[in-house]
């Protein structure tokens, strides 16, 4: 089912319930990768929607503005994640099946920057951040994504605007964080993670970090392998 938080055809949400239920059912909000390009949709998170509904959770699998001819870029993409949560906020008040006090955003790359950017001022309780860009002027600098910080963030950037943009300086985010990123991986290098964590945790942050050998960029959005397990046993202790 899909359902809408705005008039634009990409402001909508897939929502996926569980497919087995002791209860209101845990949340989680999926947040698709690609760069914030519109060459991507949320289709991409469907193995693990699939996955979490296996195992109880209701999946609520975002979609949102992205660059291109899709409209999308800075403000408006992260406006589009934190109106997605609010009407998740909505929805959680108004219908007994889902457990408001465990809504974990889960996203990968591009996704992971709008989960972590956008859970400060949400219902969600904790973030998993699946090899996440956390530093949009480094990415910028090293030509990451084929260059796609710039039409995500227009024309010469100042400097106050990488650091609005990027989740390594608006800590502390005052949730939990899990983030999983392979020491493999080419697209967003574990440095990336390796820096903001330490960033994190100084900020005051409580964050667990899992980095996971010869795992590369997409090894962590697929359901067979060991760093999608990692985070399915992290979701199992009920910690995230």
């Given at each position: 089912?899909?359902?809408?938080?705005?008039?634009?055809?990409?402001?909508?949400?897939?929502?996926?319930?569980?497919?087995?239920?002791?209860?209101?059912?845990?949340?989680?909000?999926?947040?698709?990768?690609?760069?914030?390009?519109?060459?991507?949709?949320?289709?991409?998170?469907?193995?693990?929607?699939?996955?979490?509904?296996?195992?109880?959770?209701?999946?609520?699998?975002?979609?949102?503005?992205?660059?291109?001819?899709?409209?999308?870029?800075?403000?408006?993409?992260?406006?589009?994640?934190?109106?997605?949560?609010?009407?998740?906020?909505?929805?959680?008040?108004?219908?007994?099946?889902?457990?408001?006090?465990?809504?974990?955003?889960?996203?990968?790359?591009?996704?992971?920057?709008?989960?972590?950017?956008?859970?400060?001022?949400?219902?969600?309780?904790?973030?998993?951040?699946?090899?996440?860009?956390?530093?949009?002027?480094?990415?910028?600098?090293?030509?990451?994504?084929?260059?796609?910080?710039?039409?995500?963030?227009?024309?010469?950037?100042?400097?106050?605007?990488?650091?609005?943009?990027?989740?390594?300086?608006?800590?502390?985010?005052?949730?939990?964080?899990?983030?999983?990123?392979?020491?493999?991986?080419?697209?967003?290098?574990?440095?990336?993670?390796?820096?903001?964590?330490?960033?994190?945790?100084?900020?005051?942050?409580?964050?667990?970090?899992?980095?996971?050998?010869?795992?590369?960029?997409?090894?962590?959005?697929?359901?067979?392998?060991?760093?999608?397990?990692?985070?399915?046993?992290?979701?199992?202790?009920g910690r995230f």
């Amino acid at each position: 089912m899909s359902t809408a938080y705005g008039d634009h055809p990409s402001q909508i949400v897939h929502r996926h319930p569980p497919r087995r239920s002791d209860g209101p059912a845990p949340v989680a909000v999926l947040l698709h990768g690609g760069w914030w390009r519109d060459l991507h949709d949320a289709h991409l998170m469907d193995p693990l929607a699939e996955d979490l509904t296996a195992a109880g959770w209701a999946v609520w699998n975002v979609e949102y503005r992205r660059t291109g001819v899709d409209g999308g870029g800075w403000p408006q993409t992260v406006d589009d994640v934190a109106r997605a949560l609010d009407l998740l906020a909505v929805t959680a008040d108004r219908e007994d099946g889902l457990d408001a006090s465990r809504v974990v955003a889960i996203g990968h790359s591009a996704g992971g920057h709008l989960a972590l950017m956008t859970a400060a001022d949400s219902l969600v309780t904790a973030v998993v951040a699946l090899a996440p860009i956390t530093d949009l002027r480094r990415c910028a600098e090293a030509g990451l994504g084929e260059g796609a910080v710039g039409p995500f963030l227009g024309p010469d950037p100042t400097a106050a605007l990488y650091a609005e943009a990027s989740p390594l300086h608006r800590l502390p985010i005052g949730v939990p964080q899990l983030v999983v990123h392979g020491d493999a991986d080419q697209r967003v290098p574990v440095e990336q993670s390796r820096d903001y964590i330490a960033a994190a945790r100084s900020a005051g942050d409580d964050v667990d970090h899992r980095e996971i050998a010869g795992a590369d960029h997409f090894a962590v959005v697929d359901p067979a392998h060991a760093a999608w397990r990692t985070v399915r046993d992290a979701l199992g202790t009920g910690r995230f």
